[in-house]
């Protein structure tokens, strides 16, 4: 068996891992199986991708995410927060448009308020069980992507809807955008 952390030459590697991509099957006295090449090839491609080509290692910073409750320090126990209540519709309206921008997911026809109204848009938002981050067609055109509550009592809440014309691939991706954004 060959010691997996010997130093390869990165163009051997690459004519080796060509050669198994293009269906090439290991000869006798090759020093490596196919199940090395299996075993490896994720190991070696990142050896020979770091050496050769560094800069697709770097990944992008994630954005900030946006916190729905407040919290402050817990007065009797140390080191522990206490919930003192959600953000305002309008603070997680205004946090949700930033991000579409910012991410440039921002390809919607609307976007509004689910169940609550207007008037109550600066209150707090309800205490919640969770959070649904949901995709779907619309019945007559486009697709949504909405962001609901399930209070405490077990009923479910529209907090956010977003119309677009971006197809339902877009309406996922929206979808997990936003529900690794929210904390909640």
């Known amino acids: 068996m060959p010691n997996y952390n010997t130093r390869f030459d990165p163009h051997e590697i690459e004519e080796k891992i060509t050669a198994i991509l293009r269906g090439h099957k290991p000869v006798e006295g090759d020093s490596l199986t196919e199940n090395d090449y299996q075993f490896l090839a994720p190991q070696i491609l990142q050896a020979v991708v770091k050496d050769l080509r560094p800069d697709l290692l770097k990944t992008a910073t994630p954005p900030e995410t946006f916190l729905i409750g407040n919290y402050i320090p817990h007065p009797e126990k140390p080191g522990y927060q206490k919930f003192t209540g959600n953000k305002t519709f309008n603070e997680v309206l205004a946090a949700v448009e930033k991000f579409l921008v910012?991410?440039?997911l921002n390809h919607h026809e609307w976007i509004i308020a689910g169940d609550i109204v207007p008037d109550n848009s600066d209150q707090p938002i309800p205490e919640y069980r969770e959070m649904l981050f949901q995709a779907g067609h619309g019945n007559n055109e486009g697709y949504y992507t909405q962001i609901a509550y399930v209070?405490?009592?077990?009923?479910?809440?529209?907090?956010?809807?977003?119309?677009?014309?971006?197809?339902?691939?877009?309406?996922?991706?929206?979808?997990?955008?936003?529900?690794?954004?929210?904390?909640?």
Do not use: M, P, S
């Open 151 to 184: 209070t405490k009592d077990h009923k479910l809440h529209n907090l956010i809807r977003i119309k677009h014309f971006e197809g339902l691939e877009y309406a996922f991706k929206l979808a997990e955008a936003l529900n690794r954004f929210l904390e909640y």
């Open 102 to 104: 910012e991410q440039k």
